[in-house]
């Protein structure tokens, strides 16, 4: 299996790990959040399918963290309570290592190659796994904690990173 080929496999796993999760999910914020990235996915699936085509392709950036905060500041405006299972907490840390593999994977592989517009695309798709793995994260911290996590700053944390500033 090549490289373009593992990318692929592995994009689409977790397209179908988020899919799965949204539907599991109780909350609409939350569901928003995981077919969100169940759609980044997708586009990154289709990323490497057109590189391993040898079609020249370009990333454009995403507004994933400006829209999570986003949606988790409704859900803070909102009166509902939160309730959780614990073992919810472990299907995000499990979303989190995922992603987690994924940009290792993504930085390694920009490493090797030799085309610069590879390497580039390669680049970018380990930050966009940055910036998934800092969105199940805070899921996570969410599900643990949701009045915590909603009352104090967490979900301001990611305006450190939206704009791709890492």
Same mark, same amino acid.
């Given at each position: 299996?090549? *490289?373009? !080929? =593992?990318a692929? @496999?592995?994009?689409?796993?977790?397209?179908?790990?988020? &899919? @799965?999760?949204?539907? /599991?999910?109780?909350?609409?914020?939350? &569901?928003? #959040?995981?077919?969100?990235?169940?759609? $980044? $996915?997708?586009?990154?699936?289709?990323?490497v399918?057109?590189?391993?085509?040898? +079609?020249?392709?370009?990333?454009?950036?995403?507004?994933?963290?400006?829209?999570? &905060? $986003? #949606? =988790?500041?409704?859900? %803070?405006?909102?009166? $509902?309570?939160? @309730?959780f299972? +614990?073992?919810?907490?472990?299907?995000?840390?499990?979303?989190?290592? *995922?992603?987690?593999?994924?940009? &290792?994977?993504?930085?390694?592989?920009?490493? !090797?190659?030799?085309?610069?517009?590879?390497?580039? #695309?390669?680049? %970018?798709?380990?930050?966009?796994?940055?910036?998934?793995?800092? *969105?199940?994260? /805070?899921? /996570?911290?969410? +599900?643990? /904690?949701?009045?915590?996590?909603?009352?104090?700053?967490? *979900?301001?944390? =990611?305006?450190?990173? +939206?704009?791709?500033?890492?």
């Open positions: 299996m090549n *490289i373009f !080929e =593992f692929m @496999d592995k994009e689409k796993y977790s397209e179908l790990y988020y &899919r @799965d999760l949204a539907e /599991r999910a109780s909350y609409p914020g939350l &569901r928003n #959040i995981l077919n969100m990235l169940a759609d $980044e $996915e997708v586009k990154h699936y289709h990323t399918e057109q590189m391993k085509a040898g +079609v020249p392709t370009d990333m454009a950036d995403t507004p994933v963290l400006a829209n999570t &905060r $986003e #949606i =988790f500041e409704k859900m %803070r405006e909102s009166a $509902e309570k939160f @309730d299972h +614990v073992s919810e907490a472990d299907l995000y840390a499990k979303a989190a290592k *995922i992603e987690e593999e994924s940009k &290792r994977f993504y930085q390694q592989k920009a490493e !090797e190659v030799k085309d610069a517009g590879q390497k580039r #695309i390669l680049k %970018r798709l380990a930050d966009e796994e940055q910036k998934h793995w800092l *969105i199940v994260d /805070r899921l /996570r911290s969410f +599900v643990a /904690r949701p009045e915590t996590f909603l009352e104090n700053a967490e *979900i301001y944390h =990611f305006n450190d990173y +939206v704009g791709g500033q890492f």
